[in-house]
């Protein structure tokens, strides 16, 4: 459910007209509809809330989108945040984030960054290998502190999904191979100055089906069970994100109420306070990239239409050959097929080939929807663009959460040395 809908034959986020915001802002621009991040945070909250031991902690997955403005709002909800670096996890406390629910995951987090952690009280590192266990412990007891820890463990599950956005296969470069997990545990929860205290997993994004989530998952339930064997204390299982959303019209999606009670079925015996970390399944289908019709030229069997976003404001269609619906702001009752591209010098810059979508013409207003996750955060100025700016919507109201920056003042922040 979202708050993008036809009034009157024009598009509006919540209640304000789409060319309202690209006359105030120009295009391209992303448009974020704050009830409709409320309400998915909502939905996701009540639907895990009573899973494990003591109240869950939702951390948002700040990657997806990590807007102030949106980061602020996830707050408000009660949401921890996932974060990937030190940037977002400056970004998490500058929100107003509690530190306690703020989760350190990613591969390569450097000695740096680890003691940002340290210094900012954060809940969790997640740590993704031996090596990295050893750093965080000695980091830890030279500054007096000790860290709270999870071991993420690749259980090798087929998440079933694009595999660049697969990440629990033996192959992925993610966590311990859970055959050694047990070994890797039980060698860094005898250091000093961590306190490793369960086990962490994320097999991947966009997962369209609870059954590759329900075996990895019981793949840790069973690594519990000889983990505590062993005399190890668990007390904290992190379950990941990774809940696909709905792109196409006709997708049909697992919802979160069904994913809260796979989870409440397979860890009914866990006793462990469950960690969450939902990003695309909150704001996916709460933002839209509004754009406009440079020209429309003829092709060899379809028109292309040529608009003024592209690739580098959205790059899921170029990366992986991701879905956004397309459709025009004024509704229209023709459709045409149509390869839609942006103006890149790039063949990959492509939003979609043979795409049968509404009648649109140059100078037309048009939208590629659920672009609210992994959209204006992937964005770049390549081509000399401007860094596309954002918007947020609430009610009748609107604002700029995030400035155009020019492609000028881009050029300024570079320098030419003197002995050229
Ligand atoms: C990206 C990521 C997430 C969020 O994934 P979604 O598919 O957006 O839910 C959660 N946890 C980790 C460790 C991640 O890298």
């Excluded at 408000?76 to 670096?85: H, I, K, P």
């Excluded at 210094?119 to 965080?136: D, P, T």
């Excluded at 379950?239 to 989870?263: N, Q």
């Excluded at 440079?294 to 170029?318: C, T, Y």
Aim: overall charge negative.
């Amino acid at each position: 459910m979202n708050h993008f809908e036809y009034h009157g034959g024009i598009l509006h986020a919540e209640d304000v007209p789409l060319p309202q915001i690209a006359e105030a802002v120009g295009t391209p621009v992303y448009v974020y509809s704050q009830a409709t991040i409320e309400r998915h945070a909502r939905v996701f909250r009540s639907a895990v809330a009573g899973t494990g031991r003591g109240e869950p902690i939702c951390a948002f997955a700040i990657k997806a989108n990590p807007n102030l403005a949106v980061l602020h709002i996830m707050a408000r909800e009660g949401f921890g945040a996932d974060v990937v670096s030190g940037g977002e996890l400056e970004r998490a406390i500058t929100a107003g984030m509690p530190p306690e629910r703020i989760i350190f995951s990613g591969v390569g987090k450097t000695d740096a960054e680890l003691a940002l952690g340290l210094a900012r009280g954060i809940g969790q590192f997640n740590i993704e290998s031996e090596a990295e266990g050893l750093a965080l412990a000695g980091i830890a007891t030279a500054r007096g502190q000790t860290a709270n820890a999870v071991l993420r463990v690749n259980p090798d599950v087929d998440a079933q999904t694009h595999a660049k956005i697969s990440t629990g296969k033996a192959e992925n470069k993610f966590g311990v191979p859970i055959d050694q997990a047990h070994d890797i545990f039980a060698r860094l929860t005898a250091l000093p100055g961590l306190n490793l205290r369960g086990v962490a997993l994320h097999i991947g994004s966009m997962i369209a089906e609870l059954g590759p989530l329900e075996a990895a998952f019981k793949r840790i339930g069973a690594l519990l069970v000889t983990l505590r064997a062993a005399g190890h204390n668990i007390s904290h299982v992190d379950l990941g994100g990774g809940l696909g959303a709905p792109y196409k019209p006709d997708d049909v999606f697992p919802s979160p109420e069904d994913y809260g009670a796979m989870v409440r079925r397979v860890t009914s015996d866990w006793e462990v306070q469950l960690v969450f970390e939902p990003g695309r399944v909150i704001v996916a289908n709460a933002g839209v990239l509004l754009t406009r019709v440079i020209r429309v030229k003829p092709g060899m069997s379809h028109p292309f239409v040529i608009v003024d976003a592209a690739m580098n404001d959205l790059a899921r269609p170029a990366m992986y050959d991701a879905y956004h619906h397309f459709e025009s702001v004024m509704a229209h009752s023709d459709s045409i097929i149509a390869n839609i591209v942006g103006p890149i010098c790039e063949s990959s810059d492509t939003f979609a080939m043979e795409r049968s979508c509404t009648q649109v013409e140059a100078g037309d207003l048009a939208v590629f929807r659920s672009a609210g996750a992994y959209g204006a955060t992937m964005a770049s100025t390549y081509n000399s663009r401007d860094m596309v700016p954002e918007v947020l919507v609430s009610g009748d109201k609107f604002a700029i959460v995030a400035d155009r920056i020019a492609a000028a003042t881009i050029m300024a922040a570079e320098r030419v040395p003197d002995w050229i």
